[in-house]
């Protein structure tokens, strides 16, 4: 006769690191098998997997920063086969309670998964969607340099000599960078000669930048075209920077996300209860990703000047009593309800 042993099912929580990654492993009664730090490497990512194993059958493994951090980990459990679930940072009260270290947390975040309290999946990072993403953080940082540098332009016009400053004023940026960067300026050390530098060095600076931008916005926008559903761009307000931005926030596998419940609560836009006694009322959720909430702020506020039945319905409901801010985020979040459906149909 053969006698078939079970293998024991463990549950995994990993506090991940720039440079290290500690692991720990716990049985289905929350007993802590083992815990073991390994470096954030790739044979440091097969070696915490093959060591969680170990203990038995990996049911779960929770994982701090799956999308900073976590993310090369992340990625390598997927690919073995672990289901792996996104935890975030122990709350301050559990941390008071039992100190802060990367032992502990691993511990916690293999306990939420356990207890299942930690049940989210990671957002897809293998592609189109991840590709978006990094392209718009490129492009992020180029709008802000690019803004930077033109505030400085217009803050060295206000100083400068009165001839170069009457030179400038009155003028839009374009005119100002392409006449600035034509400047022959010469010794450095009279200061209208160092204006005249510093002015075709940053209109230089801004040039380049905003070349930048155009590149990037048509990797964007072609991304954008290849994986967005025809009917999230056809919504009101809805263009190929914010449409990147909803895409990127539902992931490569918007399929995720539950419902649409969720995904109003992944964008900070569901309503938080915060009743006590006999006031009955709702607050502001100020959690989810803010650049998805600024998605739906900018796609409203678009709305509010062109689309009819949203200008409809912020009049009707001034005239009950509300303020525009409530109305906004009962804006917010129908749009969200409507914006979930065509993020589902994602290709």
């Not at 340099?145 to 400068?160: D, F, G, K, L």
């Not at 940026?173 to 005249?196: E, N, V």
């Not at 649409?260 to 609560?265: D, G, H, K, T, V």
């Not at 209860?273 to 702020?297: E, I, K, M, T, W």
Request: with cysteine; net charge positive.
């Amino acid at each position: 006769m053969t006698v078939r042993i079970e293998r024991r099912l463990v549950f995994g929580g990993i506090d991940t690191h720039s440079d290290t990654h500690t692991g720990a492993v716990v049985d289905q009664v929350g007993t802590v098998l083992g815990t073991e730090t390994f470096p954030a490497t790739g044979s440091g990512y097969v070696g915490l997997a093959v060591w969680m194993m170990s203990f038995g059958q990996v049911v779960k493994v929770g994982v701090e920063g799956t999308g900073s951090y976590g993310a090369g980990l992340t990625r390598h459990l997927q690919s073995v086969g672990v289901d792996v679930r996104e935890v975030i940072r122990p709350n301050r009260q559990h941390r008071r309670r039992h100190g802060k270290s990367d032992t502990a947390d691993a511990v916690a975040a293999a306990k939420a998964v356990l207890n299942g309290d930690a049940d989210g999946q990671p957002r897809g990072g293998n592609g189109p969607i991840e590709s978006l993403r990094m392209l718009k953080i490129a492009r992020n940082s180029a709008v802000k340099a690019a803004t930077q540098a033109a505030n400085q332009i217009r803050m060295v016009i206000i100083s400068a000599p009165v001839d170069l400053r009457a030179s400038l004023e009155h003028k839009t940026m374009i005119q100002i960078t392409r006449t600035a960067a034509s400047y022959r300026p010469g010794d450095p050390t009279d200061p209208h000669q160092a204006a005249k530098h510093t002015l075709k060095s940053l209109s230089q600076r801004w040039q380049t930048l905003k070349q930048e931008i155009i590149g990037l916005d048509h990797h964007i926008q072609q991304l954008v075209a290849a994986t967005a559903p025809p009917a999230l761009l056809e919504e009101t307000g809805v263009g190929i920077q914010t449409a990147a931005t909803l895409l990127i926030t539902a992931g490569d596998n918007p399929d995720r996300i539950r419902n649409e419940a969720s995904f109003a609560a992944l964008c900070g836009t569901s309503p938080i209860d915060a009743s006590s006694g006999r006031q009955q009322r709702h607050r502001l959720n100020r959690g989810g990703d803010r650049q998805a909430n600024a998605a739906l702020h900018r796609i409203i506020i678009v709305r509010l000047r062109y689309h009819q039945p949203t200008i409809d319905y912020m009049n009707r409901r001034l005239k009950e009593g509300k303020t525009r801010k409530e109305i906004i985020r009962s804006l917010k979040r129908a749009l969200a309800r409507n914006l979930h459906h065509h993020l589902k149909t994602t290709t």
